[in-house]
Nanobody, 126 residues
Framework: VQLQAFGGGLVQPGGSLRLSCASSGRRFSMDVMGWFRQSPGKEREFVAS????????SVADSVKGRFTISRDNAKSTVYLQMNSLKSEDSAIYYC????????????????????WGQGTQVTVSS
């Protein structure tokens, strides 16, 4: 599985960005997809995850109500819509994939994921 994330950039506080992650190499609908982020000197942390079906999903408490994860299985792409961005959201954002045995399961621990994209930088600053 190859993952390519894009859509990062510089945005002012309160602004929005949409990250995309395109998957290739095997049937996208087989994989649970996740977004994680990492700031300098910090551990990589969970942001959001979505099940194979696109139904059950989870977002971290720190971004709840501001970030939304979605997927388009026909386009083999997962998205992270980020609204009301704050300076503390600045980080490198990584997408990840892991085979899901169930259509409804999702994973929130980075150790659950086998495949990772290269990351895309998000900087929130005025």
């Amino acid at each position: 599985v190859q993952l390519q994330a894009f859509g990062g950039g510089l945005v002012q506080p309160g602004g929005s960005l949409r990250l995309s992650c395109a998957s290739s190499g095997r049937r996208f609908s087989m994989d649970v997809m996740g977004w994680f982020r990492q700031s300098p000197g910090k551990e990589r942390e969970f942001v959001a995850s979505i099940s194979r079906s696109g139904g059950p999903s989870s977002v971290a408490d720190s971004v709840k109500g501001r970030f939304t994860i979605s997927r388009d299985n026909a386009k083999s792409t997962v998205y992270l819509q980020m609204n009301s961005l704050k300076s503390e959201d600045s980080a490198i954002y990584y997408c990840a994939a892991q085979f899901g045995s169930s259509m409804r399961v999702y994973f929130t621990d980075k150790s659950d994921y086998t495949y990772w994209g290269q990351g895309t930088q998000v900087t929130v600053s005025s």
